[in-house]
């Protein structure tokens, strides 16, 4: 079985899961506000009574504020009512809004929560590389060895899928196992060594993984 097609399936699944980029959000006005990054008139709108939670997540203010890192709007959302959806912990991870997501968890939003494919904040940012939220969600004790539910890739496995030498590094401090397998029998070690024929920039994720014991 071809790695990358797989690894890709898993990018996009998540693409579907983070900004509120629908014809209904684009059309509130408190998501416009947002959007233009006019926080005086989001002011007004939720003077005037705007609704902040809807029934929908994923055209969600908070959602919005945080993949966009605006943690002005984001904290005004809160402060004014707004809930601290889960959706917007996974949307900051994603897009590396690590202020929005800090102050997500600040509020309430459960470290490990998972997105409909189990994929946590942390495996979120492991997949995109952003190494100081990887930091900051293992510093507050975030599952290292989560699986999402596709294809049963931790975030070890995401991070060396795609040559983040620095977070498996930190992720295999934290414990994570370096012989985890995925349904289809791969392993972090295995995507290392497949992607380097073509990216020599991978050796430094194999030489990690060997150091912590992992094999292919």
Known sequence: ????????????????????????????????????????ALSRLIADGAAL?????????????????????????????AKPLPDAAWAAAREGRREALTLLLDRGV?????????????????????AGIVSDLLARGAKVDARE???????????AAHGYAGIVEQLAEHGADPNARTVDDKTALSWAVAKS????????????????????
Not at 19 to 39: K, M, R, S, W
Not at 118 to 127: G, H, I, N, R, V
Not at 197 to 216: F, W
Request: aromatic share 4%.
């Open 1 to 40: 079985m071809h790695l990358k097609p797989i690894i890709a399936a898993v990018v996009a699944m998540c693409a579907l899961l983070v900004l509120p980029e629908t014809a209904a959000a684009a059309a509130d006005p408190v998501n416009q506000a947002i959007t233009l990054g006019d926080t005086a």
């Open 53 to 81: 939670n809807g029934d929908d997540p994923d055209s969600a203010p908070v959602v919005l504020a945080a993949g966009l890192g605006d943690t002005g709007a984001l904290r005004l959302l809160l402060d004014s009512g």
């Open 110 to 130: 459960p470290v490990n929560s998972a997105d409909p494919y189990d994929m946590t904040p942390l495996m979120l940012a492991s997949l995109h590389g952003h």
């Open 149 to 159: 539910v596709v294809y049963g890739y931790t975030a070890l496995i995401l991070a």
């Open 197 to 216: 024929g073509t990216n020599p920039e991978y050796q430094p994720v194999i030489s990690l993984l060997k150091r912590y014991g992992a094999g292919e």
